[in-house]
Each structure stands twice: as C-alpha cells, then as structure tokens.
C-alpha cells in the first residue's frame, strides 16, 4: 500500500502543485475527513487531500453542505493534519466564512491554517469572489478555486446539476477560471461541466485544473473517499465516480460474523482474554478454598 509514497517520497507543496501542470504529472486527488482515513490515503501517495465540505453530506448526515460551521471544519481539519504526512492538505472554507467580506474570509483561513493546520484554502465561486481570493492570497494564504457545480450555492442552482451546458455558460466558466488565475489560485477544481468545456478552460489557465466530473481533459482528478471506496449513503450515484471497493458491504459481513459469534458464545477465545498471573491465581484459589471451608463449618454448627 505503501508503494506509491515510497515512489515519490518528497512532500508535495503548492509551488510542486503550480508546476506539475507544466510538468504534464496528473495529480491524484481524494477527501478525507478523520485520522485514520486521512493515514491511508496519505500512506497510498495520494498527492492532494482536501477536507471537503463535503464531510456534512458524507460523514455528519446533513442533506447539504450548507449547514456545515467553521468549528466542524476546524474539528475534522486538525484530526486530517495529525494523519497527513506527504500529501498537500487543503481545507474547504465552509458556507458563509467568506460571503461576508474578506477581512471575514481572512479570519476563518487564518483559522483553518494555524488551528486546522491546512496548507491551503478552497473557496467555491469564479470571478465574483476574484477579490477575496486575492486578499487571502497576500496574507500568505494559498488557495484553491472551485468552479461549475458548486454545492454551496444548491439554493440558488435548484439542485446537484450539470453546470455550464449552453454557450454562454461555458464562456463565463472560461471567465471564471481566468479571474481566479489572475486573483493567484494555485489550482481550480472543476465540479460536474461538460468535458470539452472543462478541456477549454484547462487550455485557458496556467495553473492545473482538477476534475470531478469533468472529464478526462482537467489536468488531475479529485474523487470523494467514501465513494471510490463504497461508503457513501447518498440516494444516487452520480455517473462519474467509479467504485473501486465495497466497504459498506464488508463492513456489514465483518459486523453480522461478529455478532453470531457473540450471540453463541464463541467470541471471546481464551486467546482473546487475559490470564491471572500464576502466583496470583494461586493466592486467590488458596482464600476460596479457605473461605469455603469456614462457610462449611458454620453451617455444620447452625444444623447441631
Ligand atoms: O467538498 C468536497 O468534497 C469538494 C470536492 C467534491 C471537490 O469540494
């Protein structure tokens, strides 16, 4: 599992994110929100892990990502970052840190990345939030940029759909995707776009574009974790993520074995408890022995 960490050891930063475009690398990209997921996929090579907001659907139940708070973000950010080694770490900005105005947007980066320990910040939004993604760029913070379907604005967009389907739509992501370059993002994920827009707005830009169904022109593709890996519980797949393990039905066969083992009585093994010391045991066995032999006494005297 370790194979591809050991492949290409050095950690990956957001200058190697920038020239990996130039360098023709695709970059593999996944979500992680808790340690021990966050130490696989780090431990796989993974080179990107975002601590999505995607963590409200996926692993906090929420319907959306529009509930979701800075303070469970922070939560789940600290808990990657202890997991995380090699991998870039980036944080989403969640619904309504930055919609106030940038100094706010400042504020809950500077969270993210001294509390949270994020490398990064992702923000969703094109030339329209250019402005503070050019703010939080000069106070040192770098960002990611997320164009297309971005589910923050489900209100707005009526639903999950494909984004960018007329002409007109398509030349705004162009746009989009140039104003956030401009405004310095060191990368822009493309949500849900047809993939021949996806391949004209990766020809726009100089920093690597990454895909989630975008098809296979986007410089790197980003997948959510519990869908590759058959854990999400969300009511439809969408056609773009490819299941690559079932983890909800091993997880189950794991949990029914356990529990006919321990409905008939065959968990726990000896092997699986822990003896007495020897000297002890005897001890013990010793004042049992001791102790019945008094209760024998008294109930000999109590017949007389
Ligand atoms: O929140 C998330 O997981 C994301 C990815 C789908 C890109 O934004």
Partial sequence: MAYLKQQRPEKVTVPAVRASKERGERLVCLTAYDYPTARVVDEA???????????????????????????????????????TERALLVADMPYGTYHTGAD??????????????????????????????????REEIPVMGHIGLTPQSVNKLGGFRLQGKTAEAARALVEDARALEAAGAFAIVLEVIPREIAKVVTESVSVPTIGIGAGEFCDSQILVLHDLIGLSFSRTRPRFVRQYADLRAQMTEAI?????????????????????????????????????????????????
């Fill in 45 to 83: 090579g993974t080179d990107i892990i975002l601590v999505g907001d995607s963590l409200g659907n996926v692993v906090l139940g929420y319907d959306t990502t529009v509930p979701v708070t800075l303070e469970e973000m922070l939560r789940h950010t600290r808990a990657v970052r202890r997991g």
């Fill in 104 to 137: 706010d947007a400042v504020r809950a980066a500077l969270r993210l990345v001294k509390e949270g320990g994020a490398e990064a910040v992702k923000l969703e939004g094109g030339a329209s939030r250019a402005e503070i993604v050019e703010r939080l760029v």
């Fill in 256 to 304: 029914t074995k356990f529990a006919e083992d321990v409905r008939g009585g065959a968990y726990p093994a000896e092997n699986e408890s822990y003896p007495l010391p020897a000297e002890a045991r005897a001890e013990l066995e010793a004042e049992i022995k001791a102790a019945g032999a008094r209760h024998s006494a008294l109930s000999d005297q109590s017949k007389c």
